[in-house]
């Protein structure tokens, strides 16, 4: 497909409930690198931006349309795919994200409305996919590109995660309706990647190899933060923060040395293994008022099988250090990892106990594809009725009425709800459910 002229669209689809009010730091990137090359794209967020995209699109004609997706909006994705395509058959459909990243050829395979998805991190990808479609060139050596050509599907093969990290700009804020994003809008990115090997993770995009910002970079990008948008409250969504710990104290010392009055929070897990006095120290002379934990089981055995690589030992020393130096210690939990049985409600209430938390993050435990834990289900458990080839129905996991996909003959589907919601509602009586 030859497309002359460059108009490109980026899309976050909206995410249902709860609605994700987050800036699409991914599709920030894209842009600001798009916008090194003097290339415009429009970002649209559909979680907080109330515009008809029907009319947007016959408006404004985009030639290419990106999708961005993680496996809750999928269905949406698919969806702006379908009705961009009916509304503009000859725009280029390319879908991006965490979602398309894991699922490999299958989406274009099966969706005719998709024409190509494009895997991993597209700071480059994605302009040379520009590139190529404006001067009807062959796709061919796209890296990660997976398109149709003449109804036969290619796979390229997947790019590099990008390294050094400080050669990708800021993302481009300025081209997001920050306004709307409320406590959110700081939403920052200060490494990629996590080496270790917990079973559930899936990491399709920035994957396993960590890569970190300088300090100066983080620190440049926290000035802006604040220059351009008042910031104060800082939130790291880092997949691992501290895997240099030298380079964590540099970014704390300079925010310090600063005198920047923060709300710092690390939002995304920090590992408990990971934290020492003195890292948490700066974290609170920062102004950091709360850590998330990544925590998953309160059960040796099955923190073991999950291989979360930390010691419950670990884990209780941590939260007290946590509270000690006065910052909220919340934890995160999974319900319903393998080894898991209907015990676990009782167990999770014995420590949370016996280990004051501040707040507790429980999800049902639901396999991603690509995962040791979605290949323990196929050997070990039943799936249940569930969308195994898409994972449309795959249920948002930290809410009430969220549901299994799989039970085992020691902890079967009535157990599981039950145990979830029993779990839920006595952490909400406690005040502890966050
Ligand atoms: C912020 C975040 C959230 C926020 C907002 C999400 C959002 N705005 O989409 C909140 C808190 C709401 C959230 C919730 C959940 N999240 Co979340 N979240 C993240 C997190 C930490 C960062 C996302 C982000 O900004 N990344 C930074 C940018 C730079 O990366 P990116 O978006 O992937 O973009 C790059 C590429 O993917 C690509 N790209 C992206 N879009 C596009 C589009 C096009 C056209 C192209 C070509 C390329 C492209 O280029 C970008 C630059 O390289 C990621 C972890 C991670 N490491 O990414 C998890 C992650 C996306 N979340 C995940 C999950 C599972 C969830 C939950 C389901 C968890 C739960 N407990 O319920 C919920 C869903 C809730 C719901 N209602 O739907 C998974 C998704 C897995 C998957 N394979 O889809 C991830 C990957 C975490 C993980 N390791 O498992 N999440
Ligand atoms: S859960 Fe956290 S520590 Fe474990 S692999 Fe994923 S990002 Fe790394």
């Known amino acids: 497909m030859v497309v002359t002229t460059m108009k490109i669209a980026l899309i976050q ?9 987050v800036p699409p730091l991914g599709l920030g990137y894209i842009t600001a690198v798009l916008k090194r090359s003097h290339i415009e794209a429009k970002v649209i967020d559909l979680n907080v931006e109330n515009i008809s995209l029907s009319t947007y699109l016959s408006r404004e004609k985009p030639e290419v349309v990106g999708v961005s997706s993680i496996v809750t909006n999928a269905r949406q994705a698919l969806e702006i795919a379908r009705k961009t395509k009916n509304i503009l058959p000859k725009s280029f459909v390319v879908l991006g994200g965490p979602y ?25 990808t994605f302009p040379e996919l520009i590139k190529r479609l404006r001067n009807g060139e062959s796709l061919d050596d796209v890296e990660g590109l997976i398109f149709r050509e003449d109804d036969e599907i290619k796979s390229n093969s997947p790019s590099n995660p990008i390294d050094p990290l400080d050669q990708i ?11 709307l994003y409320g406590e959110n809008a700081g939403s920052i990115f200060t490494s990629r990647g996590c080496p270790y090997q917990c079973i559930f993770c899936s990491r399709p995009v920035f994957g396993r190899k960590w890569r970190g910002h300088s ?14 948008y ?126 004051q938390v501040d707040g507790v993050h429980l999800s049902m435990a639901t396999p991603l594809l690509g995962t040791k834990f979605w290949d323990w289900v196929e050997k070990n458990g039943c799936w249940l009725d569930y969308d195994r080839e898409e994972l449309l129905d795959w249920p948002i996991d930290d809410v009430d009425e ?15 709800i039950k145990a979830y919601r029993k779990t839920r509602n006595l952490l909400k009586e406690k005040g502890l459910l966050i």
């Open 13 to 21: 689809p909206p995410s249902g409930t709860p609605a994700l009010k």
């Open 100 to 124: 398309l990243s894991m699922m490999g050829d299958r989406l274009v395979t099966r969706h005719k409305e998709v024409d190509a998805t494009l895997r991993g991190e597209a700071e480059f």
């Open 169 to 179: 700009p800021y993302p481009a804020r300025e081209e997001l309706k920050m306004e």
């Open 215 to 228: 300090p100066d970079y983080v620190l440049g990008e926290i000035q802006h933060l604040r220059e351009y």
């Open 230 to 355: 008042g910031i104060s409250n800082l939130s790291v969504l880092d997949d691992n923060f501290t895997v240099d710990s030298d380079r964590a104290e540099r970014i704390l010392d300079g925010i310090i040395a600063k005198k920047w009055k923060l709300n710092l929070y690390f939002w995304n897990g920090i590992r408990v293994d990971h934290m020492t006095r003195n890292l948490l120290l700066k974290m609170r002379k920062t102004g950091c008022t709360a850590i998330n934990y990544g925590v998953e089981s309160v059960d040796p055995e099955v923190i073991s099988f999950i291989r979360k690589g930390v010691s419950l030992d670990q884990v209780e020393k941590t939260i007290r250090l946590t509270r000690e130096i006065g910052i909220r210690a919340n934890i995160f939990l999974m319900l319903g990892n393998p080894g898991d049985t209907a015990k676990v409600a009782d167990k999770i209430m014995a420590f949370v106990g016996k280990v």
């Open 402 to 416: 969220s549901y299994p996909v799989f039970e085992t003959p020691d902890f079967t589907t009535y157990e599981r």
